[in-house]
């Protein structure tokens, strides 16, 4: 069974940066593909980042590109989400998912495994 554990939210002023993490459990976290979503309040959850489980392949949500960097580090079972120049509509919880299975697409279902979720209050 995997297990993921974000770290790293917290109250960031406009303009400001935080640096999420994602530490997995068990051993399939290097061959799986990773992402994170985020839920505002009142809002659906969307996708926000993804990453293939070699790192080559990235995909962004249009709100998100070039402020938005995801990344991984497969020998510390570890994903990163860095985010900058962020915006009060950032805030939300963020939830990093790891496939749970090997699969060709950047795509994640509620079957996959999903952390339990970090809170990011983007506000002066």
């Known amino acids: 069974q995997v297990q993921l554990v974000e770290s790293g939210g917290g109250l960031v002023q406009p303009g400001g940066s935080l640096k999420l993490s994602c530490a997995a459990s068990?051993?399939?976290?290097?061959?799986?593909?990773m992402g994170w979503y985020r839920q505002a309040p009142g809002k659906e959850r969307e996708f926000v980042a993804a990453?293939?489980?070699?790192?080559?392949?990235?995909s962004y949500a249009d709100s998100v590109k070039g402020r938005f960097t995801i990344s991984r580090d497969n020998a510390k079972s570890t994903g990163y989400l860095q985010m900058n120049s962020l915006k009060p509509e950032d805030t939300a919880v963020y939830y990093c998912?790891?496939?749970?299975?090997?699969?060709?697409?950047?795509?994640?279902?509620?079957?996959?495994?999903w952390g339990q979720g970090t809170q990011v209050t983007v506000s002066s």
């Open positions: 068990g051993r399939t976290f290097s061959s799986h593909n």
């Open positions: 998912v790891l496939a749970n299975r090997a699969r060709m697409t950047l795509k994640f279902f509620t079957t996959d495994y």
């Open positions: 990453i293939s489980w070699s790192g080559g392949s990235t």
